[in-house]
């Protein structure tokens, strides 16, 4: 068993030593080999900006049809959809970016890793340059977050699949216990800023399943900005509603799905000055997609075959295809992976639209599953998955109830402590194994969204056979015996027979 990690002491702002100056971010020099327009030496990071760099909302449209557009708008400016009604996207300016070349942006990310120099420590901001260039230091709210553990599934690997290279990319090992620190930091930092420029925002408000929540009310809890908070009554585990709560947030449980939810917090954010942090705003995919550019820095910059990825709102497919197709635009890598967008079969909208052969797209009323995170029915980042798909010669796959639950057992029982979600991309890893897409050489990556701590109840209520309908075959419930050493040792050496 072995992982790739970058650990270090993570110190939260308020825990930076001299946080009020901090450190200056250091230089490091570099020779690479480059063409006459590019330079070798890396700069000094200022504190107030990443030196030239900037980056813009564009509308997607113009990016999905590779069709110039002259409309776009400062990331300053409080906006969420294009001219048209449809999604916008964060456009970087690679040309400025590409002053430097590959090997030039592979040494400065590489030489920040675990480091306390703030806020460059954190995998997101380690990022910063790719991420939001122009954003002052000072205003960047971070729990140094990211710099996940790229686990080896060894034995899940070789035991359930006969693979020797499976990863599980341990997103939900964060601040929050998810991966939705990534991009909120990102979210958050900006609205630290807009408010400094006196923009005329009250809060940050979100629709929620659970994880969106905790992230943003611990962020803007550490920022003192106000977290406005709608959820599903009755569709969230107890430990993800409580976490806002601790964290100060005004919560509002509201008789819907998320999908409902989704819709009321668009329309208060239309009419108040409420900052709307749910990923239909593309600020939060910039740290997202760092999670792409951290698995290939711990495979040395070498590329995997295959990374899965649960699905419901459908902003991390993209996020991560950006993160992806980013460095290999700016040379750090020659190709991108497969990517496949894993969803639970009671919310599949995306998996019924790619098994019409992306013809006819239609949300759907999702049902209840343990992957509530997920239980998304009209996703809001539909056609930017699509792209992503489309453009990394993806596949989409589900996973019923069963499969799902079954599925995190298995990975449980080979030393993880997985979510449903993460038991969803699993299904889908062992579906296209049994059928061959996969080889059992490629090395494959399965993104984990979430902490297992987050979803003890599914896990109890899997191993007491509590599950109406579900066979539970991989449960694990303790055995009740007498306070005697015969019926103890009984017991014991029935246990250890079976497994000699």
């Known amino acids: ?25 250091f230089k490091v020099t570099c020779t690479t080999t480059t063409t006459s327009n590019q330079q070798t030496t890396l700069p000094q990071t200022t504190k107030k900006s990443a030196l030239n760099f900037s980056a813009k909302y564009v509308p997607f449209n113009s990016i999905s049809t590779n069709t110039p557009t002259d409309e776009s708008y400062s990331l300053d400016e409080i906006i969420y959809r294009s001219n048209s009604g449809g999604l916008l996207d964060v456009q970087h ?10 090997k030039y942006w592979k040494s400065l990310f590489d030489s920040r890793v675990g480091k306390t120099t703030w806020p460059y420590g954190s995998g997101v901001w380690s990022k910063k340059e790719w991420v939001l260039p122009e954003i002052d230091d000072d205003d960047i709210i971070s729990a140094f977050e990211g710099n996940s553990n790229l686990f080896w599934a060894e034995r899940f690997g ?23 620190d990534l991009g909120m930091t990102v979210l958050v930092s900006q609205v630290n800023r807009l408010r400094k420029l006196k923009r005329p925002l009250v809060g940050v408000g979100c629709a929620s399943t659970g994880d969106t929540s905790a992230a943003l009310s611990a962020y803007c809890a550490a920022a003192d900005i106000p977290s406005i908070v709608f959820l599903p009554a009755n569709k969230i585990s107890m430990a993800q509603l409580v976490q806002p709560i601790a964290n100060g947030a005004f919560v509002i ?69 950006k993160g992806f197709k980013m460095c290999q635009e700016m040379g750090l890598v020659d190709r991108i992976p497969r990517l496949v967008c894993a969803q639970a079969a009671n919310a599949n909208p995306l998996y019924m639209y790619y098994k019409s052969g992306w013809t006819n797209f239609q949300p759907v009323k999702a049902n209840t599953t343990f992957a509530s995170a997920i239980q998304i029915g009209d996703p809001v980042s539909i056609d930017r998955a699509v792209y992503a798909l489309k453009n990394s010669n993806g596949i989409v796959e589900e996973a019923t109830e069963e499969e799902l639950m079954d599925a995190t057992a298995l990975a449980d029982s080979t030393g993880m402590f997985i979510c449903p979600h993460t038991g969803v991309a699993l299904t889908a890893l062992m579906k296209l194994r049994n059928n061959g897409v996969i080889a059992p050489t490629e090395r494959t ?18 191993h007491s056979k509590e599950i109406k309908d579900m066979a539970c075959q991989f449960a694990n419930p303790p055995v009740e015996v007498k306070a005697e050493f015969g019926s103890v040792m009984c017991v014991l050496n029935n246990y250890l027979k079976s497994k000699s």
């Open 1 to 25: 068993m072995a992982s790739y990690s970058s650990h270090s002491s993570i110190l939260s702002p308020s825990h930076q030593p001299h946080h009020p100056t901090k450190f200056l971010p």
């Open 93 to 102: 300016d690679l040309e400025a970016l590409k002053q430097y070349d590959g």
């Open 158 to 180: 070789k035991k359930f699949l006969g693979m020797n290279d499976l990863w599980v990319k341990h997103c939900g090992i964060s601040h929050t216990g998810s991966f939705k």
């Open 253 to 321: 449980s509201i008789d819907t799905d998320f999908d409902g939810c989704m819709k009321l917090i668009r329309e208060v954010t239309s009419e108040l000055p409420i900052y709307l942090a749910n990923s239909l705003n593309s600020l939060r995919l910039e740290g997202q997609k760092t999670a792409a550019i951290e698995i290939l820095q711990q495979f040395d910059w070498e590329v995997p075959d295959w990374v899965i990825i649960p699905g419901g709102n459908l902003g991390n497919i993209y996020a991560f295809y």
């Open 445 to 462: 990556v399965v993104v984990s969204t979430a902490h297992g701590l987050k979803f003890t109840q599914s896990k109890i209520e899997y």
